[in-house]
Each structure stands twice: as structure tokens, then as C-alpha cells.
């Protein structure tokens, strides 16, 4: 789940910062979710679904297909 997202952050040429500003939240919490340090709350992976126009089931790889 971790590397989809860090993926899709790339891809979209969003930095770590920039995430957790849109997300309110530090950007070492943030650091820390993207690494599998922490548990990531459904309410920020449903944030980061909307954000990148994905569904919550490919980030958490229960779908093979982005949308």
C-alpha cells in the first residue's frame, strides 16, 4: 500500500511536504505513514484517494487497476 502511494505522490510531482500540508498533518507524520512506520487512518487514505483520483481499494491492493 505504502509504495502505491509514495508512487502516485511522485508521479504527480508532489513533495512529502506539500502532502502533509494538504493533508494537515507534519510532514514527519506524514514521512512516517509513507514508510509503514505508522498505521495510516482510513480518513487520510480516503483524503489521498480523492486527491489522486483513485480508489481506496488500489491503495491498499486489493485492486490491481488505479481507477
Same mark, same amino acid.
Given at each position: 500500500?505504502?509504495?502505491? %502511494? /509514495?508512487?502516485?505522490?511522485?508521479?504527480?510531482?508532489?513533495?512529502?511536504?506539500?502532502?502533509?500540508?494538504?493533508?494537515?498533518?507534519? /510532514?514527519?507524520?506524514?514521512?512516517?505513514?509513507e514508510?509503514?512506520? =505508522?498505521?495510516?487512518?482510513?480518513?487520510? +487514505?480516503?483524503? %489521498?484517494?480523492?486527491?489522486?483520483?483513485?480508489? +481506496?481499494?488500489? +491503495?491498499t491492493?486489493?485492486?490491481?487497476?488505479? =481507477?
Amino acid at each position: 500500500m505504502y509504495k502505491r %502511494i /509514495r508512487t502516485l505522490r511522485k508521479r504527480e510531482h508532489f513533495t512529502q511536504l506539500e502532502m502533509a500540508q494538504l493533508l494537515q498533518i507534519s /510532514r514527519r507524520t506524514y514521512a512516517n505513514y509513507e514508510r509503514g512506520v =505508522h498505521a495510516m487512518p482510513a480518513e487520510v +487514505l480516503v483524503m %489521498i484517494a480523492d486527491q489522486f483520483g483513485t480508489s +481506496l481499494d488500489y +491503495l491498499t491492493g486489493r485492486s490491481v487497476t488505479e =481507477h
